[in-house]
C-alpha cells in the first residue's frame, strides 16, 4: 500500500537538471575566455575538485573566515575551487571567474529525463512540490525555467537562503519554519545524493528516494525508504 504523502521535495541538480553537462559547459566558457586549452581531461579535472569541494564542505571540512554577512560568505564560498583549479590567481580574480560561470550556467540546460512528465504526473495528483538545493541561488529560477517546469513548483528554497547545505539540520529547520511545515510524517525527499539528501532526510525525521541514476553502490549506513534509477518509477511510489 502506497503510503500518502502531501509535500514532494525534490534536489534540483543532478536529479531534475542535468548540473554534470552544464557545468562541463560553463568551466569550457571560462577556460576559452582565458585562451586556455578546454580539453576533456581539464575540463574533467574541474569536475573533480567541485565535486570534492562541496563534499567537504558538507562534512564541514573546510574552515571558514567570520563573515559580515550572507553575501560575503557566497563570495567566499563560491571562489575557493577557482582559486584551487587555476591556482595562481587572486580572490578577486577568482570572484570575477565564478559571477562568469554563474552566467554561463544559465546557458546551457539539460532536463534529466522525465522531469517533465513527473513533476506533471505529481502535480496533477495535487501534490505540493518544493525545490530544496544548493545550487546557485542565481541560477535556480533560470534552471526552473528552462527545464520547462516552473509551473508545477509551488517554492523553492536554497542554501544560500538558509546560510547552509544540505545535510546539515540547519538548512531543513529553516525550511520547515519557512515553510510553516509542522507534521513530517507527509514529507517525502527525492534527490541524486547520499551524502546530502539522504543523510539530510534521515537527519531530520523525513522519509527519502534516492535517485540513483548513475546506479552506484552506497556503501554507507544511511538506507533511503526508496531507490530509483529512472523518474518515471516515482509513479509506483506516489
Known amino acids: 500500500m502506497k503510503k500518502r504523502y502531501k509535500k514532494i521535495l525534490f534536489d534540483l541538480d543532478n536529479t531534475l537538471v542535468d548540473d554534470d553537462e552544464n557545468r562541463k559547459y560553463a568551466i569550457k566558457q571560462i577556460l576559452l575566455d582565458r585562451k586556455e586549452l578546454a580539453t576533456i581531461d581539464r575540463i574533467k579535472n574541474f569536475i573533480d575538485i567541485d565535486n570534492q569541494y562541496w563534499k567537504d564542505r558538507a562534512a564541514r571540512k573546510i574552515k571558514e573566515p567570520a563573515f559580515k554577512n550572507k553575501e560575503e560568505k557566497t563570495k567566499w564560498v563560491r571562489a575557493q575551487r577557482f582559486i584551487k583549479y587555476f591556482k595562481d590567481i587572486s580572490f578577486e580574480e577568482a570572484v570575477e571567474i565564478n559571477n562568469k560561470y554563474l552566467k554561463y550556467l544559465g546557458e546551457y540546460i539539460v532536463p534529466i529525463k522525465n522531469s517533465q512528465e513527473i ?3 505529481l502535480y496533477q495528483k495535487q501534490y505540493e512540490i518544493y525545490i530544496v538545493t544548493n545550487s546557485p541561488e542565481k541560477v535556480i529560477e533560470n534552471k526552473i525555467g528552462k527545464a520547462n517546469i516552473k509551473e508545477y513548483i509551488k517554492e523553492t528554497f536554497s542554501a544560500e537562503y538558509a546560510g547552509h547545505m544540505k545535510p546539515h539540520n540547519e538548512f531543513f529547520e529553516i525550511f ?9 510524517d507527509d514529507i517525502i525527499l527525492i534527490g541524486d545524493e547520499i551524502e546530502t539528501d539522504i543523510i539530510g532526510s534521515i ?7 534516492w535517485f540513483n541514476m548513475k546506479k552506484k553502490n552506497n556503501n554507507t549506513k544511511f538506507k533511503p525508504n526508496y531507490e530509483i534509477n529512472d523518474l518515471i518509477e516515482l509513479k509506483e511510489i506516489l
Open 203 to 209: 537527519n531530520n525525521g523525513i522519509d527519502s528516494c
Open 176 to 184: 520547515f519554519k519557512k515553510m510553516d511545515i509542522s507534521n513530517k
Open 119 to 121: 513533476l506533471k504526473y
